[in-house]
């Protein structure tokens, strides 16, 4: 899978509350969910986004509490995947549920702010075509690539009871 866009660049811990701030969690739309994604942290960042664009950070992205909302408003908001040092377990392990990809590496704190990024999320391969340098992030094991492209957990699950 090839994700292309334009990168986001924050720093470390960034929580799940700068991603979506609790006042927005009465709702499980996913459209107003994006709507209000990363407000507190960055007033203008769903007017900024496009479609496809990378959100990359550096230490512990997703911190705070364990709350699906956060990937979810992510993913819903146009973002193709986020790339980061490291990742919190919860946000990391919800975002594999929901089918966000994420891409672990030391080298996110090369990426700059609007760097055109291009990422084989299959192969861990980050491009970085404005600085013309190449990463590679952790590969997930098969079945977590599975998972991910299946659109997540629940879609994965669907595709094997089609199965049987």
């Not at 899978?1 to 991603?19: F, P, Q, R, W």
């Not at 408003?73 to 490291?86: N, P």
């Not at 084989?120 to 600085?131: E, L, W």
């Amino acid at each position: 899978m090839i994700l292309k866009g334009k990168a986001h660049k924050y720093g470390s811990h960034v929580n799940t509350d700068e991603i979506i701030p609790a006042r927005y969690l009465n709702t499980s739309d996913e459209k107003e969910l994006a709507l209000h994604c990363m407000e507190d942290i960055d007033a203008s960042f769903i007017e900024k986004i496009q479609k496809g664009d990378i959100i990359v950070a550096d230490d512990n992205f997703g911190c705070g509490s364990s709350r699906e909302h956060a990937p979810i408003s992510i993913k819903a908001s146009g973002i193709s995947c986020v790339i980061a040092r490291s990742f919190a377990r919860i946000f990391y392990r919800n975002s594999i549920n929901i089918g966000l990809p994420i891409l672990e590496t030391n080298d996110a704190s090369d990426i700059s702010d609007t760097d055109e990024i291009e990422v084989d999320a299959t192969t861990g391969i980050i491009k970085n075509i404005t600085k013309n340098k190449t990463y590679q992030a952790t590969i997930f094991p098969e079945f977590m690539q599975e998972l991910i492209s299946s659109g997540g957990l629940m879609e994965y699950a669907k595709k094997e009871k089609m199965k049987s």
